[in-house]
């Protein structure tokens, strides 16, 4: 008879899964036509601020100006309603942006870049060079794997067997 430590191995089944807080869906911020997709393919790896896609939009260009120029009138109410960029810095627009863009000044100034928010893996990417996408269609998704989720099941008879905090392998 010998005293040790009483261990057991459980064998389970499970997926891996991002952290919500560390995923992004990149959406159309306008409709358009994706010019030139800059990701090759999904498992790519990106850098915050890197170019995923060049987009051409007159509708994007047209409401980005409107927007500077109204930050550029005193502060008024229109038939628009009041100004939402009154205290913004005249070089950011959040709400005109959704997603992050560059322009592209050399160029035609009605093509961007779609920029990532995040540094990370593409898990998905929905668009091809040359489609028109409407505003709002899912183009990436970017996921920081640097934090993911085991789920798995576990039968009632396993359950003394795990606890919370108890390490994987």
């Known amino acids: 008879v010998q005293r040790r430590p009483l261990t057991r191995a459980l064998r389970v089944a499970g997926v891996l899964e ?6 992004t ?13 800059h990701v090759a393919s999904v498992g790519v790896d990106v ?6 896609a060049t987009f051409y939009s007159p509708d994007l260009t047209f409401q980005t100006r409107r927007y ?7 502060d008024k109410t229109d038939e628009f309603g009041p100004n939402p960029f009154k205290n913004a810095h005249p070089s950011r627009h959040e709400l005109a942006h959704p997603t992050p863009l560059r322009g592209q000044p050399a160029q035609d100034p009605f093509y961007n870049d779609l920029l990532a928010p995040l540094a990370g893996t593409v898990i998905e990417r929905a668009v091809f060079d040359g489609q028109y996408v409407a505003e709002g269609d899912r183009l990436f998704t970017i996921v920081d794997c640097s934090v993911l989720w085991f789920r798995f099941d576990v039968y009632e008879q396993q359950l003394a067997w795990v606890e919370p905090g108890q390490r994987l392998e």
């Open 68 to 74: 500077i120029f109204r930050d550029r009138l005193p």
């Open 18 to 23: 991002a952290d919500n807080v560390r995923k």
């Open 47 to 52: 850098e915050q601020g890197e170019a995923l």
């Open 25 to 37: 869906i990149i959406g159309a911020p306008a409709p358009g036509r994706i010019d030139a997709v």
